[in-house]
């Protein structure tokens, strides 16, 4: 844990994802402290560019737990279901986790005081 770096930190959940684990690379070489949060549902451990929380989107205890633990300036979001065949034959697994776990999120971003939000 780096809490008291001096390089913001930015909260990136799906960061253990395609895209959301080239983002942290890319935050890391900006000069930022990239903190992967990610359920490993689909994402990969190895992936990871600097600290993993593993968690879910929708789980607000350990989403407070990471706020108060970091001094995180913004989210940049990249948990998701992203198969398009699969959304087809399972919409309800969709709305749940893309829809529900976003409103999830920013409700536990409003409750830690982040309002900075980069949503893919
Ligand atoms: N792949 C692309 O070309 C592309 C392009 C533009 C936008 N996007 C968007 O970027 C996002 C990520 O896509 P990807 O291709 O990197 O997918 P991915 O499956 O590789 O990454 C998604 C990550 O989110 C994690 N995750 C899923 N549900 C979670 C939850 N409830 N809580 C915590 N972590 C969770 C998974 O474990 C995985 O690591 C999606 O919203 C997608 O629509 C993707």
Do not use: W
Not at 22 to 48: E, K, M, Q, W
């Amino acid at each position: 844990m780096e809490k008291m770096s001096s390089r913001p930190a930015i909260l990136v959940t799906g960061g253990a994802g395609y895209i959301g684990s080239h983002c942290c690379r890319a935050l890391d070489a900006a000069g930022y402290l990239p903190i992967t949060y990610d359920n490993l549902s689909t994402g990969h451990r190895s992936f990871v560019a600097g600290e993993l929380v593993v968690g879910d989107i929708a789980d607000k205890v350990t989403l407070a737990r990471t706020f108060a633990e970091h001094d995180i300036v913004a989210v940049m979001h990249f948990a998701a279901s992203s198969l398009v065949g699969e959304s087809v034959a399972d919409p309800q697994k969709y709305y749940v986790n893309n829809l529900a776990g976003t409103l999830s999120l920013l409700e536990s971003m409003r409750a830690a005081g982040c309002n900075r939000l980069v949503f893919s």
